[in-house]
């Protein structure tokens, strides 16, 4: 009990806590003294790491009083008791910070939201809504992005021969290098295989003349490759005219195309190996 109070009066008067901080680190630690109180263990030098990692277990399973607590909401109270441990090591309290073992547990990754696929449509026409060169560009990129899922480095990566452009448009297929250089055959799609193909006979060869001849699928207006960062602005574009601006990334694409095949009974195992997933 003295040593929390003291700690919570370092944090109000010393380092100027907010009050609604202060407040949750005074709620995490007063449950904190009841579970060691439980426990008969009344000294701060008689905690240790598995003495802690039960107080996070605890925090997660809940009892008859409390409900079981988020990992976020856990991870703050794990937080709270650390910052104790090391307030305590630097008083001279204890020898060794035993709360430096026990990890507050990581909050979930949250999953991008997938687009529909009549959101999906509005977006593809958005992007060559006007016809010119760029957006016939523009729509073959986004074509290739939500037709195979690659991620956006990948796309801006592809040079010419990647594409097996053999065989009937809807055979076709692209060659995606993904991270550690690791390579994946990825169909195209006829509605991808057209839009890449309308770029390569329509706009890309006024590129090239423009430039300096890069074997780059994607180049930009001057015939340089596309970046990322320009690719980015092509996809946030379109979006911003299909009415979809708020929360779509390249990743959103790459999430629908896996969503749109699941939904559409594809096995998983067939659509991490289109991801280029390891797992």
Do not use: C
Not at 55 to 69: M, N, S
Not at 94 to 109: G, L, N, Q, T, Y
Not at 205 to 211: R, S
């Amino acid at each position: 009990d003295a040593v929390v109070r003291s700690y919570l009066d370092h944090l109000a008067v010393e380092r100027g806590v907010e009050a609604n901080t202060l407040a949750s680190y005074r709620r995490d630690l007063n449950r904190n003294l009841q579970f060691l109180d439980a426990r008969k263990i009344r000294s701060i030098d008689a905690v240790d790491a598995t003495v802690i990692g039960a107080f996070l277990a605890y925090l997660r399973e809940g009892d008859a009083e409390h409900p079981p607590l988020l990992a976020t909401s856990a991870a703050r109270g794990v937080v709270a008791v650390r910052g104790l441990h090391r307030f305590a090591l630097r008083d001279g309290l204890v020898a060794v910070d035993v709360s430096r073992e026990v990890k507050p547990p990581a909050p979930p990754r949250r999953l991008p939201k997938a687009i529909t696929t009549e959101e999906g449509e509005r977006l593809l026409d958005a992007a060559g809504y006007a016809r010119t060169p760029l957006s016939i560009r523009d729509r073959a990129l986004l074509e290739l992005l939500y037709a195979t899922g690659a991620r956006i480095s990948e796309a801006v990566g592809l040079a010419v021969d990647d594409l097996d452009r053999s065989g009937d448009v809807a055979e076709r297929s692209v060659l995606l290098t993904g991270k550690g250089g690791k390579q994946r055959r990825v169909p195209l799609g006829s509605y991808a295989a057209r839009a890449v193909e309308a770029y390569l006979v329509q706009v890309r060869p006024e590129l090239v003349a423009a430039g300096g001849g890069t074997p780059a699928l994607f180049l930009n207006s001057r015939g340089g490759s596309l970046s990322r960062q320009s690719a980015w602005l092509v996809l946030r574009a379109a979006a911003e005219r299909a009415g979809l601006a708020a929360g779509i990334s390249p990743h959103t694409l790459r999430h629908s195309f896996a969503t749109h095949l699941m939904d559409g009974g594809a096995d998983v195992r067939v659509v991490q190996e289109l991801l280029g997933h390891s797992s």
